[in-house]
């Protein structure tokens, strides 16, 4: 069971991925999360997030973003990005994610799920058999409280540390710290 909660990979941030050597490895899209993911909880885009969708884009990637927001949140955000979406996305639901993959018309082996939550984002995307990216959560909380979800995703990660079987299972895939 556990082993369904495990990301393929661990960063720092979605501006850590080596997109391009995520391409040379056969990826073709990529699902993204928005709140705490791309940008802190209910904010919009930002200029960098935006030159992040054209640089992949460019790459080669398809992109769609998955929300379990509204469409109009999901809308404003995309001011300045052309991406596909989902909003209402339900996740964890497997039938969304498979949804996603039919919109982005790529085979499942050939979609990245990045995204900053264990429990929708990472186990949705697993239960889907859809490979994962866990970014470290952008963002703040009020009056410094997690809540009982991040307090036990901890717990989570600590055991996927130990358990090297599941770690870095897409390989090098971290642009090194002067491409950053």
Not at 70 to 84: P, Q, Y
Not at 85 to 109: F, G, R, S, T, W
């Amino acid at each position: 069971m556990l082993k369904k909660l495990y990301p393929y990979q661990y960063v720092e941030s979605v501006f850590s991925i080596d997109y391009n050597e995520l391409y040379k490895k056969g990826y073709k899209a990529i699902i993204f999360d928005i709140d705490n993911t791309l940008v802190p909880h209910g904010k919009d885009s930002t200029k960098q997030v935006d030159k992040l969708f054209k640089t992949i884009q460019n790459v080669g990637f398809k992109t769609l973003l998955f929300s379990n927001n509204t469409e109009e949140r999901v809308k404003r955000f995309l001011k300045n990005i052309n991406s596909l979406y989902i909003c209402d996305a339900e996740k964890p639901k497997v039938e969304n994610y498979l949804k996603a993959i039919e919109m982005l018309n790529v085979k499942k082996e050939e979609v990245i799920y990045v995204g900053d939550q264990i429990f929708t984002d990472i186990y949705g995307a697993n239960k889907s058999d859809i490979a994962s990216i866990l970014v470290k959560y952008i963002g703040y909380y009020e009056n410094g409280k997690k809540g009982i979800k991040r307090n036990i995703e901890k717990i989570v990660l600590k055991l996927y540390e130990l358990n090297r079987k599941y770690r870095n299972r897409l390989g090098n895939i971290e642009k090194l710290e002067e491409n950053k």
